[in-house]
């Protein structure tokens, strides 16, 4: 149970993903401010037996409650507005890879060296090993160095995939007939958990992704290697 719990709450390894964090935690606090706003003064007016004949009609009190939550709805706009432009960005990227989605298995593609091509399947449950998690691991993962500026490249065979990994702060659509592209900046190695988060069939649910991030010396070990 303490593995899944941790599996469940993987911390943050991109830039991307400690600002959507920070904005998560922004807005809960302005909605907990205002539902604690408005609970008091729906208690009070309702416990209250004092009463203002101007209350219904008065000018002020409507000029305040048109301009606060448009004040407040500024305060969420513009934090949301950067980080949109932080996921659009596109830095100069040093690696370049290509994902295609398959109903239902992914197929990675790292055209920048030599030609490595491979499928990545879902391990069935009698193959998977200790500390592996059942319908999460794959049989082949994505390998790639963290502090490395990398550009994916997603598309598709068949229908709508979604290439999504939580803790990197990436979701890109693989469409048929179109090529999408996410950035990944990881600061830190381990291994990081996905699923393909479009409805796009009966095994919809068999499509895990598997991100290992390592260091530069090891990645280029596993170039030689492969």
Not at 167 to 172: E, P, Q, R, Y
Request: hydrophobic share 45%; net charge negative; proline share 4%.
């Amino acid at each position: 149970m303490a593995s899944w719990s941790n599996l469940n709450t993987q911390d943050s390894n991109t830039p991307v993903m400690e600002q959507l964090i920070m904005f998560h935690d922004h807005t809960m606090m302005i909605i907990t401010m205002i539902t604690i706003v408005v609970m008091y003064m729906m208690l009070t007016l309702m416990l209250s037996k004092l009463g203002d004949r101007l209350l219904m009609e008065g000018q002020l009190i409507e000029l305040i409650w048109t301009v606060l939550p448009a004040v407040m709805l500024i305060f969420i706009a513009l934090p949301s507005l950067k980080i949109l432009y932080m996921i659009e960005e596109t830095n100069k990227s040093i690696i370049t890879i290509k994902a295609v989605g398959h109903q239902w298995f992914w197929s990675y593609e790292y055209s920048d060296f030599k030609k490595i091509e491979f499928d990545s399947y879902m391990k069935p449950s009698n193959e998977l090993e200790l500390m592996e998690f059942r319908f999460l691991e794959t049989d082949n993962r994505v390998v790639l160095p963290f502090n490395i500026q990398t550009r994916i490249l997603m598309t598709s065979t068949d229908v709508i995939h979604s290439w999504t990994i939580p803790a990197l702060g990436i979701k890109v659509d693989a469409c048929p007939g179109r090529i999408n592209q996410g950035n990944i900046l990881m600061n830190r190695p381990g291994l990081f958990y996905g699923q393909c988060s479009e409805i796009c069939g009966a095994n919809h649910s068999f499509m895990p992704i598997v991100v290992e991030s390592i260091n530069t010396n090891m990645f280029m070990n596993w170039l030689k290697n492969y």
